[in-house]
């Protein structure tokens, strides 16, 4: 499995609380991450606030099953899109393919916010206790 990961809101974070915060959030995802994670499993950062995973022999119901855990390791919520090496492929159409999933991903999230859904208060707490020494507002 290869999967694209993207922090939600990350813009929010950096314009409402400076880019250390910004910082903070990027290597804390990191970091949770990479102790969740097996040693043939890879994470890399790709710019700004995305990140692919490359799972090794994971299929894709084990990649989310992996990802469900690590929602609980992050500082922060975030989207992602998965997508399966086929025989006949290479890395690059994977990626593709992974990336799209993500897009799709961003824009039902997109859409579920047109409707009302915000940041809960439980997010909001779960940053505050992780970075205390860092000024939390309403992301809202």
């Not at 040693?39 to 700004?48: D, T, Y």
């Not at 690059?92 to 824009?107: T, V």
Request: charged share 30%; net charge negative.
């Amino acid at each position: 499995s290869v999967v694209h990961l993207d922090l939600d809101d990350f813009k929010a974070v950096n314009d409402n609380f400076g880019h250390a915060a910004g910082d903070w959030v990027l290597c804390a995802s990191a970091k949770n991450w990479d102790a969740m994670l097996a040693a043939e499993h890879i994470l890399a950062r790709v710019g700004g606030d995305e990140f692919i995973l490359v799972l090794p022999g994971c299929d894709r119901e084990e990649a989310e099953l992996l990802l469900d855990s690590l929602r609980f390791g992050s500082p922060t919520a975030w989207s992602h899109g998965t997508a399966q090496l086929r025989d006949d492929d290479d890395l690059g159409r994977c990626l593709l393919r992974a990336d799209a999933a993500l897009y799709i991903a961003k824009h039902r999230r997109a859409k579920r916010r047109q409707f009302g859904e915000r940041l809960s208060r439980h997010q909001l707490l779960r940053l505050q206790e992780r970075a205390p020494e860092v000024r939390w507002a309403d992301l809202n």
